[in-house]
């Protein structure tokens, strides 16, 4: 053979698994399409038409702003140090690519967790704030959060199961977006009361991004194109699937009528659920949990959500509370009962590991669920408290009113479309401006308000 043929080329080395790198590759660019364009769509046609710009670039600025800094200080090379199984020592399996690929993955991670957590505070926050909120943030909460759960950190030595972000991602982001909008205090009163999406069908299409980009979220979580990262896949969608068709039945019930936000945020309940837990349940398990986060954050954003002060004190957008912690919160608690015990030993570091519905020691795996969702919750209200005091005392965090009754024409100088109207059209025969979704023969859908929560008696 010649030489042509014999020689290995330094670009791939003899440790390199190119079918992993290639799948890493892939994965972290699928994660990166749910932010940049997946919510910076959503986010843009979702708000009232006069925040559509404002809180695209709210997502734009973080993606930016975190890849900087991520690649400058955040990243962190996972411990190779040793952990102990049982009293046996073992060492920590390191991936067969790159650097590089892993930096980029997980920063991809970073970048939507700022932008969920964004989803909290738009249609109000000053934009100076955000900007000097995203890289503080990251750095002293964040990378708290993850580095505990991830990489070899203490709760990850412990036990504790986050497959891909369930605690990491979600709660974090719910209960930090959560935090940051009672800080920046709310909307104005006509935004509250009224915030209709400016384009429904983009809207679709954002989430249907988000959605097909989630099996990189989860599939990529192993570091490898094996076994779990199919069943990972497999059961993202199924969660997903189930969630969706369980709050669309909700809606129906008590609405008459099937709502296509409901439907999106059900599709999202069901894909943050999973995420804990994506490559460690059996399938049937994944439709047990797509039931649960299709039914039980519904009922806390359109029943409890009425009946607590604080939540109805606290304006939460986009309800980021009830579709990421408390979703999230859920995955990590039904990761504790159902992770399957053959499915923990092809990637947990802790031997023996079970949810407690196989029973053995699965009782103690479900506490430290526990305990670590009490460590993400109580991190990210101290973190994200502190830090938002910080900038207040050199930045407002509340854009003024002026800004706020007029929107993206103040705050940018742009405007999303050359329209009249806030998703309204002009009736002569009405005399003003009404909303073209409905009449007064036809009940408005109960997300159109902007305020979750309406009255049910159950």
Known sequence: MSEAYTHISPAVPPWLNKGDNAWQLTAATLVGIQSMPGLVILYA???????????AFMALYAFAAVLICWVLVGYRTPSATSFFLYGVESPTVEPFYPMASLVYFQFTFAAITLILLAGSVLGRMNIK???????????????????????G?????????????????????????FTAAYWVGPRLKSDRERFPPNNVLLMLAGAGLLWMGWSGFNGGAPYAANINASIAVLNTNICAATSLLV?????????????????????????????PGAGLVQSWAAIVMGIVSGSVPWVSMMVLHKRSSLLQKVDDTLGVFHTHAVAGLLGGLLTGLLAEPALCRLILPVGNSRGAFYGGNGGIQFVKQVVAALFVIGWNIVSTTTILLGIRLFIPLRMPDDQLMIGDDAVHGEEAYALWGDGEKYDPTRH???????????????????????????
């Not at 046609?45 to 809180?55: P, T």
């Not at 039945?249 to 999202?268: C, E, H, N, T």
């Open 247 to 275: 709050w669309t039945s909700l809606d129906v019930v008590f609405f008459g009528k099937p709502s296509v936000i409901g439907a999106v945020q059900g599709m999202m309940t069901g894909l943050v659920c999973i995420t």
């Open 129 to 151: 704030a955000w900007m000097a909120f995203v890289p503080l943030w990251l750095l002293f909460s964040y990378t708290v959060g993850a580095f505990s759960l991830w990489g």
């Open 432 to 458: 003003g401006w009404h909303s073209s979704s409905y009449n007064e023969e036809i009940a408005p859908s109960p997300y159109i308000n902007g305020a979750r929560g309406v009255t049910i008696n159950l």
């Open 45 to 55: 046609s979702i708000v009232k038409k006069k925040w559509a710009v404002n809180s």
């Open 153 to 177: 950190g203490f709760l990850y030595h412990w036990g504790v199961i986050d497959y891909s972000g369930g605690y990491v991602i979600h709660l974090s982001s719910g209960i930090a977006g």
